[in-house]
């Protein structure tokens, strides 16, 4: 009888044996699927190809001075049309506004009724020298970018103008405003090109009365940022 239940017993602790066994390697295993699922998500089997292009970024000299020389047309009312020549300096305060002063110098040709009367001249050669100064102020509405070929581009500005200044016309004094509109092309981190209409709008009373006169200017300059 004694032999058969301790025969029983062990039958029993083996069972128990065998059974807390397999548990333990069943939650070995889950712990060892857990790990290999984290690391799965952190390292995904298929990783994306990024293909990153290089960019060149335009290098452009941060001085904000501008000088500039000029040279174009000048079309001063009653006198016909002539050559002009001259200089601006212009100090860039930001991206979008700029201040300038600029000087220019012409000389005036003969008016129709000089034409037309043959030996009556109003004015003298000297007389005829005009010159002008003023200090604007200029704002880049369209700052931008042009692209000369796929892979190169320049910067460019479309700027407004306007300012007040002085004109000496036929040995006088004349209060001039002056407003207009101009095109920068930087064509290297440091040189531009510009081209610019203006008006320049100020009284004259050579041919009996007094009127106000509108002197229009075209020019193209080249300009250098220091």
């Not at 069943?26 to 952190?42: L, P, W």
């Not at 000299?61 to 079309?75: C, K, M, P």
């Not at 040709?109 to 009367?117: C, D, M, N, P, V």
Request: net charge negative.
């Amino acid at each position: 009888m004694a032999n058969r239940f301790c025969s029983i017993l062990l039958s029993q602790l083996k069972l128990i044996s065998i059974s807390i066994f397999l548990f333990v390697s069943q939650a070995v295993t889950a712990i060892e699927d857990n790990k290999t699922g984290s690391i799965a998500e952190d390292n995904p089997v298929i990783e994306p190809i990024i293909y990153r292009k290089e960019v060149n970024e335009s290098r452009i000299d941060s001085e904000n001075f501008e000088a500039t020389l000029f040279a174009g047309v000048l079309s001063i009312e009653d006198f016909g049309s002539s050559g002009i020549t001259g200089a601006r300096f212009a100090f860039h305060v930001s991206e979008l506004f700029f201040f300038e002063a600029s000087a220019g110098q012409s000389k005036a040709g003969e008016t129709s009724y000089e034409r037309l009367s043959g030996s009556a001249k109003l004015l003298t050669d000297e007389q005829r020298n005009l010159s002008y100064y003023d200090v604007s102020i200029g704002y880049n509405v369209l700052p931008g970018e042009a692209f000369l070929t796929k892979n190169m581009a320049f910067n460019t500005a479309f700027y407004l103008v306007a300012g007040m200044g002085s004109t000496r016309f036929a040995n006088d004094e004349r209060k001039t405003i002056n407003y207009g509109f101009g095109y920068r092309f930087l064509a290297t981190d440091w040189m531009a090109v510009h081209a610019d209409v203006r008006d320049h709008v100020f009284d004259m009373e050579l041919l009996g009365e007094v009127k106000t006169t509108h002197n229009v200017e075209m020019s193209f300059g080249l300009s250098v940022f220091f």
